[in-house]
């Protein structure tokens, strides 16, 4: 079992930056891949990103491609949401998700069963 905790969001101005970060216990944490997910008020959540376990494939929604990028440090136990160019439609509540690696065809479908408590972004016009 693993357990996910998000840091770093916050109110920012459009066109600006944030980093998500989200720092998980466990001895599998490089087993796992894992995966960004966003939820705004009043629609459905949504995939944003994830990344296989070795950190060798990513995969992006096309809403944030080109101004996102996942990462992740599994020396630090630490997965990382780069966010750049951001949009007012960007505000929501952003979830860290993690669930065994089952290949880079995967990860953007993957029901990931482990789910952190979420950190809110708030992008202002």
């Known amino acids: 079992q693993v357990q996910l905790v998000e840091s770093g969001g916050g109110l920012v101005q459009a066109g600006n930056s944030l980093r998500l970060s989200c720092a998980a216990s466990?001895?599998?944490?490089?087993?796992?891949?894992l995966a960004w997910f966003r939820q705004a008020p009043g629609r459905e959540r949504e995939f944003v990103s994830a990344v296989t376990s070795n950190g060798g494939c990513t995969k992006y929604s096309d809403s944030v491609k080109g101004r996102f990028t996942i990462s992740r440090d599994n020396a630090e136990n630490t997965v990382y949401l780069q966010m750049n160019s951001l949009k007012p439609e960007d505000t929501a509540v952003y979830y860290c998700?993690?669930?065994?690696?089952?290949?880079?065809?995967?990860?953007?479908?993957?029901?990931?069963?482990?789910w952190g408590q979420g950190t809110q972004v708030t992008v202002s016009s």
């Open positions: 466990g001895r599998r944490f490089s087993r796992y891949a």
């Open positions: 998700a993690a669930d065994f690696d089952s290949g880079c065809d995967f990860i953007a479908v993957l029901v990931y069963d482990y």
